[in-house]
T-cell receptor, first 110, second 119 residues
Framework: GQQLNQSPQSMFIQEGEDVSMNCTSS?????WLWYKQDPGEGPVLLIA?????ELTSNGRLTAQFGITRKDSFLNISASIPSDVGIYFC??????????FGQGTELSVKP | NAGVTQTPKFQVLKTGQSMTLQCAQD?????MYWYRQDPGMGLRLIYY???????DKGEVPNGYNVSRLNKREFSLRLESAAPSQTSVYFC??????????????????FGPGTRLTVL
């Protein structure tokens, strides 16, 4: 079946540092999504990417959809304590289902 | 609008017991989903319902059943709970496709989750 590999699995950083995480797939997706899950909550959509090569920003977040449509990365600049949580990439299938990566757990030290 | 709500928030079961997890959405969405989240494995789709009256298996359906009671509600049932079903369960719903053509997507909105422990 389709799989997404997300790395790193976890990150411990100092407030103010930049963060980068990425996701690769064995299959092509037409749309890539990045979600964030706050502790004790459900995931919330951060960014949607639907053109190969596209670079999209949302505040301090920047995400890119790889040109091969098999990978994506998410950058967070100048991290703050509320960035703590689990970040998931997800590929959107033609049937409307999402295939999720394993998640990157981010911890930020004030 | 409450969005997607789930009950209960926490549950502890003994092996072999049954229970139903409830989910409701007030966004008039056609599609609803049940996922389980396990450490290091992301979210995996258990069952989904593309519209009222239809349900389909996802990636990990064994040991579960679902009911799309009406457009608002989608329940997940464990008939005979096993320790391997200890997990956090999320319900989600999605509305019409956004953007267009082959680049369209459905934004899924998630509930707060149910943390289930099976002893």
């Amino acid at each position: 079946g389709q799989q997404l590999n997300q790395s790193p699995q976890s990150m411990f950083i100092q407030e103010g540092e930049d963060v980068s995480m990425n996701c690769t797939s064995s299959s092509i997706f037409n749309t890539w999504l990045w979600y964030k899950q706050d502790p004790g909550e459900g995931p919330v959509l951060l960014i949607a990417l639907y053109k190969a090569g596209e670079l999209t920003s949302n505040g301090r977040l920047t995400a890119q959809f790889g040109i091969t449509r098999k990978d994506s990365f998410l950058n967070i600049s100048a991290s703050i304590p509320s960035d703590v949580g689990i970040y998931f990439c997800a590929g959107h299938t033609q049937g409307g289902k999402l295939i999720f990566g394993q998640g990157t757990e981010l911890s930020v030290k004030p | 609008n409450a969005g997607v709500t789930q009950t209960p928030k926490f549950q502890v079961l003994k092996t072999g017991q049954s229970m139903t997890l409830q989910c409701a959405q007030d966004m008039n969405h056609n599609s609803m989903y049940w996922y389980r989240q396990d450490p290091g494995m992301g979210l995996r789709l258990i069952y989904y319902s593309a519209s009222e009256g239809t349900t389909d298996k996802g990636e990990v359906p064994n040991g579960y059943n679902v009911s799309r009671l009406n457009k608002r509600e989608f329940s997940l049932r464990l008939e005979s709970a096993a320790p391997s079903q200890t997990s956090v369960y999320f319900c989600a719903s999605s509305g019409p496709l956004l953007a267009g053509g082959s680049h369209s997507y459905n934004e899924q909105f998630f509930g707060p989750g149910t943390r289930l422990t099976v002893l």
